[in-house]
């Protein structure tokens, strides 16, 4: 039988490990389903875990898929530090395409002459300032009504969808699309710059790495962030100090909000060049995952979503190459992450083998 | 010849870098009240803990009557008739004191049951207690009035507990001594750990004492002195407090009628309380806990912004609508009772705990300077001999009276003009609290004004120049320290007194004021 006792301090090894054991976990189920499934395992495990990154361009793949990741990612990992609980990136991230999308719209049909370098910024804020509206919907709730920020920003994704198909089937959709929800394509100026030719990763990547050097630091080097992580861990130390948990609610939900925003002009404006139904492939909840996997951590935040952008891509090629369902790529997260949770039970407490009486 | 009740032999156990019992005996006598006695860290609590089973020893032996025992759990110590009062409390914040004790007995019984238990058990010790509110609302005091009664209710035939008497008032504790006293004599022996030599002088039969994870020596402490018990315990007599007259200056801090509804329903709602501490003086609040304490020091310390901006007076300015920031930055200082969770963040370490109450490491655009604030910190540990890894350490990874001397050291060290300090050495070993009131009479005489809420009496008459007593939320007159006596504090802690008593009594509540 296998008790658990409770560790004297938290184990820095597990803490480093867990992901890893996770990983490994997932990893041991993926084989056993593919087995069941009647497919090879090795094959099956080689187009999540090895296709995914062979060549320059697979890996510009992951890039690409990383950039809304790491930003939501960021913004989520502050959120739950300072204990508010957005679980509605997702609609942050339309209302920021609907905004980055909504700006490129109007340049198109204005025909307005600006370079991608010079659209660059504006996207940004328009993103930002989206996302960030979205969320002080949420911020201002709970703020004033006590509202649960966990069920207000769920709810908000729905609406958020809604807003988007009644936009793109609706005033936005484009006049000679043959009646389907989407907008007219995008002017060439609108397009987030590009890295290299021939690939689609795009200029958002790094400043998705910008962003995460900023969060880093400000998490960690600075006395507002302090004060975020004070009023997450012990509320009444903050009270105490004299930190305000109001501002903490409103700096952390716009700042999440605005980097889910900004995610979401990037992906209408970049790989898309237009406004549809389907602008997000559940980035905003693949995030919270990645957000834990990333132990809530800058830097964990890029190497989980680089890990989660592999599932994604995973799932793709799955379905092509071995005709296994999509639907895998959600069972894989959902083991992940559940496999992480239990791992980091052995962070605080270690098992015990006891013989039983 | 009867076994004894409890027998321990050469019991050791080691965590990665300390030994915190090394070699241990100890025997217990059935209707004996043993005292367990030693500083903090000198292995009482890893000790505690091995016999009621929630730490398992490297090596040794248990013998519980006469045969041995391998105490698994807290689970099968209840089951042998083993009870413990923690020091640290061990009951869940959102459930109800009955739900609390439900979820503590290994017996199967009824909600309604347990309350009525706990109200007989309460009525029979004479300890106050409401079986159906939440814990979360209880004070630190009433919090082991919980625990105490959870243990009586299993009718234990050892009885551990951990510092039970710091937050009673002198006829309780007679009255608990009373029932421990009954207790033993039906036969049901007692772990009595405590750093109060005197009450282990007037309560207990035997006495076995600690340092370093080692057994001291075993005594009567019946026969031995105070100083003798001291020696034995920290290997010196306890340093003599300097004691100069004060120099009472201008009034620093005021409270004018200050009356306040209850913050929640089972809070306590306070009652025009008027209070002046002046510079160079040492004000002392006695009271049994969960009288109006909690309120008031948040009243005080910014917490609590409900009193009107006269109502609270900071060096002659209005500050009752001023948070707890603003309140530093005009030199008021606030050690809170709770360590873990309120003074300190328990998983940040020491350095950053730091930048709950100090600003001197912040550099423009509010980034830290981690050099300035890692010596700041390595200033304070140094300074006020905190036994600590090092600035890095996890404030959590303190033991409670190293946590309490940097804490309070934290904010001597900001050079406050003035110091509200709430249970100042709660919990903490008996060189540690000389030496934080120590630091608090330095303070004092460096024209600092300090008001000091505890419940230990002792420490109220050795450090305060004056005391009020807080009762229902309403303050007493002040008495000059050397004219109170004991009794007659401990009948303004039921709330008995006049207004005419204690002479300078200031802002009495009379018509029109």
Redesign the interface.
């Known amino acids: 039988m296998i008790r658990f006792e409770a560790r004297p301090a938290p184990s820095r090894l597990m803490s480093a490990l867990s992901p890893l054991v996770a990983l490994l976990a997932t990893v041991a189920v993926a084989a056993l389903l593919f087995l069941a499934l009647g497919k090879d395992p090795v094959q099956g495990l080689s187009v999540f875990l090895v296709e995914p990154l062979r060549g320059a361009r697979a890996l510009s793949e992951i890039g690409l898929k990383s950039t809304p990741l790491i930003l939501c990612a960021l913004g989520l990992s502050l959120c739950y530090r300072s204990n508010v609980w957005n679980i509605g990136a997702e609609g942050q991230f339309l209302l920021g395409a609907i905004g980055g999308g909504g700006l490129a719209l109007w340049v198109t049909a204005g025909e307005l002459a600006i370079s991608r370098w010079a659209f660059f910024p504006l996207l940004i804020l328009a993103g930002a300032a989206a996302g960030a509206a979205w969320a002080a919907i949420v911020a201002l709730l709970r703020d004033r009504f006590h509202a649960s920020e966990i069920l207000v920003s769920l709810m908000l994704v729905y609406v958020a969808n809604l807003v988007l198909s009644y936009l793109v089937f609706g005033p936005w959709k484009d006049p000679h699309g043959w009646n389907f929800p989407q907008t007219m394509s995008f002017a060439e100026a609108t397009a987030v710059p590009r890295l290299a030719r021939g690939m689609r990763l795009h200029a958002g990547f790094p400043f998705a790495l910008l962003v995460t050097a900023a969060a880093w630091l400000f998490t960690f080097r600075t006395y507002r962030g302090l004060q975020l992580q004070v009023g997450g861990a012990a509320p009444a130390a903050a009270r105490y100090a004299g930190f305000s948990a109001r501002s903490s609610l409103w700096t952390v939900l716009l700042t999440s909000g605005a980097l889910a925003g900004i995610a979401g002009a990037f992906e209408a404006a970049g790989p898309m060049g237009q406004l549809t139904p389907h602008v997000s492939t559940g980035y905003g909840f693949t995030a919270i995952i990645v957000a834990f996997v990333g132990r809530l951590h800058p830097l964990g935040c890029v190497l989980g979503s680089g890990l989660l952008s592999m599932f994604l891509i995973g799932g793709e090629l799955a379905q092509s190459r071995v005709g296994l369902p999509a639907a895998l790529t959600g069972v894989f997260q959902g083991v992940l992450l559940l496999a992480l949770l239990a791992c980091d039970t052995l962070i605080h407490y270690r098992p015990r083998w006891t013989s039983t009486r | 010849m009867i076994a004894p009740r409890l027998q321990l032999q050469h019991v050791t156990k080691r ?2 870098d300390v030994v915190a019992n090394d070699d241990v005996a100890l025997t217990v006598q059935p209707g004996e009240i043993h005292a367990v006695l030693g500083e903090n860290g000198a292995g009482k609590s890893t000790l505690m803990k091995i016999i009621y089973g929630a730490v398992r020893p490297d090596a040794g032996e248990i013998h519980w009557n006469g045969l041995p025992v391998h105490v ?1 759990s807290p689970q099968e110590a209840r089951e042998l008739g083993i009870a413990m009062v923690f020091q640290h409390f061990s009951l869940f914040d959102t459930l109800t004191v009955a739900e609390n004790v439900l979820l503590g007995l290994s017996r199967r019984v009824s909600l309604q049951e347990v309350t009525e238990g706990i109200r007989e058990k309460a009525a029979e010790y004479g300890l106050a207690l409401d079986p159906g509110r939440p814990v979360h609302t209880l004070s630190v005091g009433e919090r082991q009035r919980v625990e105490i009664v959870r243990a009586m209710l299993a009718d234990p035939k050892l009885l551990i507990l951990d510092e039970p008497t710091s937050v009673l008032t002198p006829q309780a504790v007679e009255r608990l001594f009373a029932t421990l006293r009954q207790l033993a004599a039906t036969g049901c022996s007692i772990l009595y750990i405590s750093h109060k030599l005197d009450e282990i002088r007037t309560l207990c039969h035997r006495c076995t004492v600690l340092r370093g994870g080692k057994v001291m020596g075993v005594c009567d402490p019946t026969e031995e002195s105070t100083a003798s018990l001291s020696r034995l315990m920290i290997g010196a007599e306890p340093p003599r407090l300097l004691h100069r007259a004060p120099r009472p200056g201008p009034v620093a801090l005021a409270l004018r009628e200050l009356s306040l509804p209850r913050p929640d329903r089972f809070g306590v709602a306070l009652d025009r309380i008027s209070l002046e501490v002046c510079a160079g003086e040492i004000v002392g609040i006695a009271g049994v806990s969960g009288n109006g304490q909690q309120e008031l020091l948040s009243v005080l ?3 609590d912004l409900r009193a009107e901006a006269g109502a609270v007076e900071l060096l002659g300015r209005p500050v009752g609508r001023r ?4 309140r ?1 930055r005009l030199g008021l200082h ?1 050690v ?1 009772e ?1 360590r873990l ?8 370490s020491l350095a ?1 705990n730091l ?3 100090r ?1 001197e490491s ?1 550099r423009p ?4 300077d ?1 050099g300035a604030l890692t010596a700041q910190a390595a200033g304070i540990i140094e300074r006020f001999r905190v036994k600590a890894p090092g600035p890095a350490a996890p404030a959590k ?1 303190l033991s409670g009276g190293n946590l309490q001397k940097y804490i309070v050291g934290r904010e001597i060290d900001a050079a406050p003009r003035v110091l509200v300090v709430s249970q100042p050495t709660w919990g903490v070993d008996v060189g540690a609290a000389a030496q934080i009131r120590g630091e608090l009479l330095a303070l004092r005489d460096a024209g600092c004004a300090v008001l000091m809420v505890s419940e230990e009496l002792e420490e109220l008459f050795e450090v305060s120049d004056r005391l009020h007593v807080i009762a229902k939320g309403r303050l007493s007159p002040s008495v000059a320290t050397p004219a109170a006596t004991l009794e007659q504090i401990g009948q303004w802690m039921s709330g008995l007194w006049s207004e005419a008593e204690g002479g300078a009594a200031r802002g009495s509540p009379g018509e029109g004021t």
């Open positions: 965590y990665a698994r310390s910014g917490e948070g707890p920031r603003a530093r606030f809170p709770e969770g309120r003074g300190a963040v328990p998983t940040l950053q930048l709950l109450t600003e912040l655009l509010g980034w830290i981690r990874s």
